[in-house]
């Protein structure tokens, strides 16, 4: 513990302040990482059908050609989770990882997730 | 054809940020050599020689030598004018107006390891909102902010170590960084 006593030597009671406040700061943004800027696009017959993040917990009702395709956004994550198409390839998928996306076919239904702008790549 | 002279006065002041200014641009260049493995994460020892200027000759020679390192190390170091020297500039320029008004905070309160702090975040988040803006928009800044931010953090925290340890010798060796006029 010398050198915490030689670090404290050099530090005011601002200093510590300060100190402990940028920590905290730092803290908190390491625990929302992730989760803001992360992006959901739901698009229906290649149109987008609605943009959001994955911040709200939510289910959200896209209504295609056979029938109305589920898609649940929870605790920062994105799946399918009901599809009216035969062969369920998209709910098999299960939680999307970022830059992944599900494709319900026939139903027409895709969900995307990851940026909806540029990247540093197709940039 | 009448010969022409120009003579420019120098003051002490500009010998002070001069020699100051060329510490400074040593240190720069010297840290470029250290082989690091992602962009942007350096020592920055230069700063160290911007507090010991803010405290002793005030901010307006501080803002001088943080204007003088960052063009001449840029010209050294062959990225005037690049993406490179733009962020150096962003850097620079936040972390200079932070100070601007962290040093009119008591003294007794507030030394250089809060201020070296303080600095390098807003050196940091300035150079990362000028990467997410013109560099390479679209980029998510909440996902690289944290990592950028806690090296940043360390940095500042050793390099207000240093200034303050400078200070305190420079309190019994009244010669330090004094020019030879």
Known sequence: MRAVAAVSAYLRPGDALILALTLVLIGTLWANRGTRGDGVVVRRGGEVFLATDLRLNRLISVPGPLGNTLVEIHAGQVRILSDPSPRQLCVRQGWLAPGDNAICLPNRVSVERGHSGHDSINY | ?181
């Open chain 2, 1 to 181: 054809m009448t010969p022409s002279t120009i003579s420019l006065t120098v003051t002490a002041e500009d010998r002070r940020i001069a020699v100051m200014a060329s510490a400074a641009v040593g240190l720069a260049v010297a840290e470029a050599a250290i082989p690091l493995p992602i962009p942007g994460i350096k020592p920055g020892l230069a700063n160290i020689v911007t507090l010991l200027v803010l405290y002793r000759y005030g901010w307006r020679a501080a803002a001088w030598v943080v204007g003088l390192r960052i063009v001449a190390s840029a010209l050294l170091l062959g990225t005037f004018l690049t993406p490179t020297f733009a962020m150096s500039l962003a850097g620079g320029l936040a972390s200079l107006a932070v100070l601007a008004m962290l040093v009119r905070l008591p003294r007794r309160w507030f030394g250089p390891v809060g201020l070296s702090i303080v600095a390098a975040l807003a050196h940091m988040t300035a150079q990362l909102l000028l990467v997410d803006l013109w560099l390479m928009p679209g980029v998510s800044l909440a996902g690289i902010l944290p990592f950028f931010l806690t090296v940043a953090w360390v940095t500042g925290l050793v390099n207000g170590l240093v200034t303050a340890r400078l200070m305190e010798y420079a309190e019994t060796r009244t010669t330090l960084a004094e020019p030879a006029a």
